[in-house]
Nanobody, 124 residues
């Protein structure tokens, strides 16, 4: 059974940092792209960042570019999101997901497995 488990969320002041982790189990995702998405209350789920199968290519939403960094450790079947200079508008539930195409793309419909999410709250 495939399972993605996010961790590392919490409450932080504006300007602070958090590091999210996503541990995958049930199969190996070394050939998959991995992505982070987020959903704020009353809003659609939106793309945050993605990394390709090798870790050599990444993509980011404009709203987080320069502040967030995605990385992966294929040996551990894990993906991470380092979030710096956090803003109140970054408040959301953050989800990790797997992309069987292997590419680092932000197309939500390409992602097949999803975690349950971790809450990130940034206070002003």
């Amino acid at each position: 059974q495939v399972q993605l488990v996010e961790s590392g969320g919490g409450l932080v002041q504006a300007g602070g940092s958090l590091r999210l982790s996503c541990a995958a189990s049930g199969r190996t995702f070394s050939s998959y792209g991995m992505g982070w998405f987020r959903q704020a209350p009353g809003k659609e789920r939106e793309f945050v960042a993605a990394i390709n199968w090798s870790g050599g290519s990444t993509s980011y939403a404009d709203s987080v570019k320069g502040r967030f960094t995605i990385s992966r450790d294929s040996a551990k079947n894990a993906v991470y999101l380092q979030m710096n200079s956090l803003k109140p508008e970054d408040t959301a539930v953050y989800y990790c997901a797997t992309n069987p195409t292997g590419w680092a793309r932000g197309l939500l419909d390409e992602y097949d497995y999803w975690g349950q999410g971790t809450q990130v709250t940034v206070s002003s």
